[in-house]
């Protein structure tokens, strides 16, 4: 779990069946049903008979909620639904069905010039493939959204440069698309989104073209403005150690349905199946697992010992423990001693790679 | 499809026998061979009586238009007529400079100065004042279209066909009814041009429009664009690129029938004087007046394709020239109303050089006449007259030297029938037939062919590369060719266009594998390829009828001259531009170089090769109806005929007769493209 302000239990953006299908004929699968078509066998029948029937099914009853301050996650194979789902929810593409609540409002039937309101002041997105505009420079795609507002060339050339600046691309404000680089390309997709300043902020792959150094100092910078500005993020991504880091919840996508939505921790833990487990395999134990995880409330505790917080990583840990065999104390946020770890708890722990009695 | 597979070679042959029972029994059946002067319903009266009745209720409507038409003419053609030529100069140099560099500029210059130089500022002057009305027209009618077919299926369901239309009659055609509507003037030049140039502005709008990422377009609605802003905002300008490039296009055939339109008279304008002069065979006159066309068309396409592809600047560096160019402009204004030269070209400075060309030109012409009717005479006996009226009656003591002996027809059958049987033994059943048929029109000759044998080869060759639609229009296109009377021109035509594309798209297609295999033929051909597709069609003209006089030979040379072009340019593009990976993967497979031009390379290619040929037939028809200027027979002479008479039926008959051969011609070679593409896989933006 990433440190920081936890995110609230107010919804910020709820979405209930989602359904996208392209082909000749979508809307004859759903007459007045809203999507929701009963429960998750009866949904994913319904998705093979759409799919028998020479139709595309991108996403298939989606369903999930997303929280204020919360960054929600989303992975999958290729080809599973991610970009669709989250243009369903910004209804760049119309879902075929469902239902789409924002700060409670139904998004699916705000009138055009509402929706344009909150795209304006809302929300934000950051594209997969960039969606630059080839006649502007950095500096004016940038403040393209501005634009679009009618806010007058001075302010809102001003306010670009404030996120030049956050973007780290000071210097190429002139440069047009086509002669940077696809990182460079990528960074000002993501200021541009920053321009508005939106509530909830899409994120479609928005680092995949990044080597892997700015990659990491972008999203730590990521993680910082979240601290900072407390947004709502649904961001999508192929990479679980980045979903692991950043990642509140997350949700695992197939041939677009979602298959198991949850903590990082508990996809590792607890895989719905062996296609989530597939995601979770690579992942370093260390990195997962707690000091709370692990702590032992049977080791004697000596004043001497230090103290962490129970959501510590081992990673974090290891060096400490390298040179102090006494072991250390976990306490959780209430202050209360959860037990010791010492060296030798580690070990154990990563060479039994054993997270079913690591709860415990 | 298996079922006609197998039919095919059969019918072929069919036709093939079909055609000789017919040329045989036709001395005593003579309606078999010619259809019948007293079954055909010439549609002339009545189209000019149905065009009377049109003009007598609309005309006043059209002339009134063409009234409001001509001011803008006028107006522009005074203010050119007012600017000094230092001024006039000056504008085009800075064109050149900003659109593209020195080079460019100082190319525009020498262009204008050598108008100025050789004293056709004027007639320039107003050919270009017509251009200068007519493109803006051209392409605000372009992209308003094009907007409506971009946004509305239904819209570009119908306009893509006008399209279709107006871009494969040929340029010459469109003239009559519109000097008809019109009456004399220049307005004729104007609206004509309108018409022929508008259409590739409309294609580009409507191909920029959608070539527009779905991502730019999504990145747009996400700012909160209004549908306006999307379009005002996003789509235009993401697309403005492909839009220039229509600009340029339209630019490019606006200039080229203004310089057509000078084919009706009356007005003082640069293609009148090359047309003027040619016929009064004053060909060093002509050619330095359609050099000055030429220097206008490229001067013009260079500077306009110059601000279509123009690079985006990061910083602007250096001098600002527009500041420049105002002030410079501005001074030689202010200078010429104190020094008069600036302001009119003095006298004394004028050159030219037509009598001494025209002296050389004698010279060569008297001197190397023996080569120059060897070369006429040899084409014309040996290529031409067979394909025309056949061997049967080609051969000739006086032609070829000596009689087709009975013994030597049946050695002609023997030589067919081996080819036949070649084919045969390799299992081309198919490829048999079409020798022996191929033999048979040798033999009896295009213009000599039954009627009914070649219509019933037309349509079947119709159905069998393009389906039974194509095939029942061309049943009922050449239906109407038949009845209306116009058959005999029509096939004199055919035959002339036919020997004209066969000839450029072997040479074209050979020239172009050349030029892709190797870079410093491609280079080499490239300029000249630029430039005579530039080039406005009268002025290709000029040099053939100099050396060769008027004729069907001049007349080939001509069409050759301008229908390779496109032979060469997508045999060379399409074979430049196949996929990397395939080409890697039969490097790594070890062909050498021969193979894989060979068997990977050509066959990937033949497409584009195949959409070469389709515009080698536009080409060559386009430029057939421009022969008839130089005394050719078919249907561009009756158009011809018809634009001089002001005769609306004749024309139009022959025009409509134009058009159903091109159409023809063009849905069959698209077809094959298409075919192949799909079954390679491949993938063609095409609109
Ligand atoms: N406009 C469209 N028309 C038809 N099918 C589409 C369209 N857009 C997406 N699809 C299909 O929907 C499915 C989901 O696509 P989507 O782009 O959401 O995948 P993704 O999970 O984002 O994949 P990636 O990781 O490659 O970005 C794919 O099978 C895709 O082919
Ligand atoms: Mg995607």
Redesign the interface.
Known sequence: MPEGNAPSEQVKLSCRNIWKIYGSQPQQFFDGTKGNVGDAPAARGLAQNIRDSEHIVAAANVSFDVHVGEIFVIMGLSGSGKSTVV?CL?R?VEPTAGEILMDGQDLLKVSKSEL??????K???V???????????VLDNIA??L???GISLKKRREKAREIIDLVGLQGRE???P??LSGGQQQRV?IA??LA?EPELWFLDEPFSALDPLIRRQMQDEFLRLQRELNKSIVFITHDFLEALRIADRMAIMRDGEVVQIGRPVDLILNPANDYVKDFTNDVPSEMVLTAGDIANASRPLTPEMGHISADISLATLLPYLADNEAGIMVRDGNGNDLGAITARDVVKALATNAPEGAGA | MTDTNKMQPLIWFALAGLSIALFLVAGSVPSLNDFPDAWVLSPTDFMNSMMGGFVSIFGPAFKAMGWLLEWPVRWSQALLEFLPWSVTTAIFVFLGLIGSGWKLGLFAGLSMIYMALIGYWDESMNSLAIVLISVPMAVTTGFIFGVMGFYSNRARKIIVPILDLLQTIPAFAYLLPILILFGFGTTVGLVASILYAFPPMVRNTILGLRAVPEEIIEAGIMSGATPAQLFWKVRLPAAKKQMLLGLNQTTMAALSMVIIAAVIGGTNDIGWEVLNTMRKAQFGESLLAGFVIALIAMSLDRITHAFATKPKEIVRTGPNYWVIAVLVIAALAALSTVFPFLRKWPEALLWNPAPTMNAALEWVVINGREWIEGIKNAAFFFVMLPIKIGLNKAVSPFTWGFELTPTLTLGYVGLVAAGMFWAAVKGRFTLAAIVMLWGVVSYIGLTEMPWIALFAIFVYAAYVTAGRNLAIGTAIGMAFLIIAGVWPESVLSIYLCGVAVLISFSLGTLIGIWASENNTVSSIVRPIMDTLQTMPLFVILIPFVMVFKIGEFTALLAIIAYAIVPAIRYTEHGLRNLPEHVIEAADTIGCTRRQLLFKVKLPLALPAIMLGLNQTIIYGIGMLVITALVGTNGLGQRIYIGLGNGDFGVGMTAGIGMAVIAMVADRMTQAISRRKQEQFGLVQQHI
């Open positions: 243009r910004s760049v344009i309101e909150y795209r304006r002041h929300m934000g997105m594209f997969q493939n960039f969606g630059l505009m080839p006649h502007l420079n393209f959204p634009e679009i507002q002139a440069s047009f086509s002669q997709g541009r989104s508005v």
